[in-house]
């Protein structure tokens, strides 16, 4: 995916009201245009990377691009779910993102349940990943983040 790493950044606004946040894994969700934007090598999928909201801390991200098969939607949408506990919601507001990597491709699940699952384990990890210094040194890259200690040779 010669795409990745990919920046955008796009206007928070109404999904597809789910209640993914009653789920415990709330989804910011990008405008059409920008939606309809990405590179056509970013196939569909469940990808992690980093993510900050106006001018905000920079916190890591699971970002799913498609059509939720669960769900069965039939317009392409791109949601990312910020790892980090905000105290208000965000719709409005300027979201940025740097896709980093990829993860797996979407799936079918047979119970919401078993979705929820496999989101925690796309945090998982996400976590793990972006700890390694080829993808934390994309936070300082494009975030301008100097708190990032990185060996030499990055
Ligand atoms: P919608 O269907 O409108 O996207 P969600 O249930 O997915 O509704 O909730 C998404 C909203 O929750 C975001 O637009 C944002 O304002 C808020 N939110 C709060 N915490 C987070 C988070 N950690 N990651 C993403 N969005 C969050
Ligand atoms: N929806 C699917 O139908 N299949 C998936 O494999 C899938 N994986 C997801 C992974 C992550 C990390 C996130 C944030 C969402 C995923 N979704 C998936 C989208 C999910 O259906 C959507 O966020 C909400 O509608 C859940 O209530
Ligand atoms: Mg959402």
């Known amino acids: 995916m010669s795409a990745l790493p990919y920046f955008c950044k796009g206007e928070v606004v109404k999904g597809f ?18 939606v309809d934007n990405l590179p056509s090598d970013i196939c569909t999928g469940i990808y992690f990377g980093w993510g900050c909201v106006g001018n905000g801390v920079v916190h890591k991200m699971v970002m799913s691009i498609g059509w939720n098969p669960f769900y069965q939607n039939t317009k392409k949408s791109a949601e990312t779910h910020i790892i980090h506990t905000f105290d208000e919601d965000f719709y409005g507001e300027t979201l940025s993102v740097v896709i ?55």
């Not at 009201?17 to 059409?32: C, D, M, V, W, Y």
């Open 17 to 34: 009201g789910r209640g993914s946040k009653q789920l415990g894994i709330p989804t910011a969700n990008f405008p059409e245009d920008v």
């Open 100 to 154: 980093a990597g990829f993860i797996r491709p979407e799936s079918n699940f047979t119970s919401v349940e078993a979705l929820i699952a496999a989101i925690h384990s796309d945090i998982e990890e996400a976590e793990r990943q972006l700890d390694l210094p080829e993808f934390r040194q994309l936070k300082a890259r494009f975030f301008n983040n100097t708190d990032v200690n990185l060996p030499n040779g990055y």
